[in-house]
């Protein structure tokens, strides 16, 4: 079943209209949905999926009559952002789309000190908007209850300071204690109500970055005795966190 976004303003009483122009040609001429087909509608703000049957198709509206309401939450139980370290090429595309898979609800894109690539002003606007509708993309394949949005860019010292709000802080690092005293640190999520993980560019962090990272509270833990690449580390603590904390 397709999955939409919506506003609570779409929501009528035994319908829901689709009137993002983007959405109803989707529907309409790409996928070439047909009156009776079900679709799932997400709204962020109610909290609420709802399943519904195509009833009208125009050419700036799609009608479809409520069938069902879900309420029940898609979402982990911990907020995690990702602050994850400016890498080079289109990494950072794949990253966003396999984050937002994985649950998170909030990624933060880091100028660090050894991330090769620099963006100016309008160019990290330019991104920004581009990742933006990446996570939307992967939200709506993943069936997520909610759009994680990507922040605009931060230096590394902006991004701690943005996560000392948060209940919990980890940073992926090499020489951090051992795999038991890791496993340990990652076990204490459970019962948080959020989380920033911090993740290096390819040529991963500095020993004043981790320390002021430690400073702002982050528990320093190791991935194992493999040094992974930037795109693959975030993945492998997401996958574990999600696995862990995914309730019934």
């Given at each position: 079943m397709?999955?939409?976004?919506?506003q609570p303003a779409s929501v009528k009483e035994k319908e829901v209209w689709i009137t993002d122009l983007q959405d109803v040609n989707h529907i309409r001429n790409v996928l070439r949905m047909k009156k009776?087909?079900?679709?799932?509608?997400?709204?962020?703000?109610?909290?609420?999926?709802?399943?519904?049957?195509?009833?009208?198709?125009?050419?700036?509206?799609?009608?479809?009559?409520?069938?069902?309401?879900?309420?029940?939450s898609r979402e982990l139980p911990v907020k995690i952002t990702l602050f994850q370290g400016l890498p080079k090429n289109d990494k950072m595309e794949l990253i966003i789309q396999k984050a937002v898979e994985l649950g998170v609800a909030e990624i933060v894109p880091m100028a660090t000190k050894r991330a090769v690539v620099k963006l100016d002003a309008k160019k990290a606007a330019k991104k920004v908007q581009r990742w933006n509708e990446i996570a939307k993309s992967a939200a709506k394949q993943s069936k997520r209850g909610m759009i994680p949005e990507?922040?605009?860019?931060?230096?590394?010292?902006?991004?701690?300071?943005?996560?000392?709000?948060?209940?919990?802080?980890?940073?992926?690092?090499?020489?951090?204690?051992?795999?038991?005293?890791?496993?340990?640190?990652?076990?204490?999520?459970?019962?948080?109500?959020?989380?920033?993980?911090?993740?290096?560019?390819?040529?991963?962090?500095?020993?004043e970055e981790v320390s002021l990272a430690?400073?702002?509270?982050?528990?320093?833990?190791?991935?194992?005795?493999?040094?992974?690449r930037t795109e693959t580390a975030g993945m492998a603590l997401l996958s574990v966190l999600m696995f862990m904390l995914e309730e019934e």
């Open positions: 397709y999955q939409f976004f919506i009776g087909e079900k679709i799932s509608l997400c709204c962020e703000e109610k909290g609420k999926e709802y399943i519904c049957s195509i009833e009208d198709m125009q050419s700036d509206i799609v009608k479809a009559v409520i069938v069902d309401i879900n309420g029940e990507v922040k605009s860019v931060m230096s590394f010292k902006e991004a701690v300071e943005y996560g000392k709000s948060m209940d919990m802080l980890l940073i992926p690092y090499e020489d951090a204690e051992g795999i038991v005293h890791s496993r340990q640190v990652v076990e204490s999520v459970k019962g948080k109500k959020s989380l920033g993980i911090y993740i290096g560019p390819e040529g991963g962090f500095p020993e430690m400073e702002a509270g982050a528990e320093p833990i190791t991935l194992g005795h493999r040094i992974l």
